[in-house]
């Protein structure tokens, strides 16, 4: 088993930055392939981005590419998620995840394991 707890969430105004982060034990850290996704309000579950466990590629959701920047330290057991530019719409649940294996980076299915979650909100 893994487990997985994020923080850094919190209250922003619109064009703030927050950075969240995903600190993960019970296993070989370096061995997960990682992701984040998040729930809004009304909204299903959203890929927001992803990173290999080598840290080697990342990938990111239409919705957010060119403002988030997914990272990880290994050493440190941790990943982060750098918010930047945050809209009114990025209000939501920010959820860690991990996954052994990964099909799709942007399924949440193909993942494993998830942590409770870390409230994002931006004022309007």
């Known amino acids: 088993q893994v487990q997985l707890v994020e923080s850094g969430g919190g209250l922003v105004q619109d064009g703030g930055s927050l950075r969240l982060s995903c600190a993960a034990s019970?296993?070989?850290?370096?061995?997960?392939?990682m992701g984040w996704f998040r729930r809004a309000p009304g909204k299903g579950r959203e890929f927001v981005a992803a990173i290999t466990w080598s840290g080697e590629s990342t990938y990111y959701g239409d919705s957010v590419r060119g403002r988030f920047t997914i990272s990880r330290d290994n050493a440190k057991n941790t990943m982060y998620l750098q918010l930047n530019s945050l809209k009114p719409d990025d209000t939501a649940v920010y959820y860690c995840a991990a996954a052994r294996t990964v099909g799709s980076w942007d399924l949440a299915h193909d993942y494993d394991y998830w942590g409770q979650g870390t409230q994002v909100t931006v004022s309007s």
């Open positions: 019970g296993t070989t850290f370096s061995r997960l392939a």
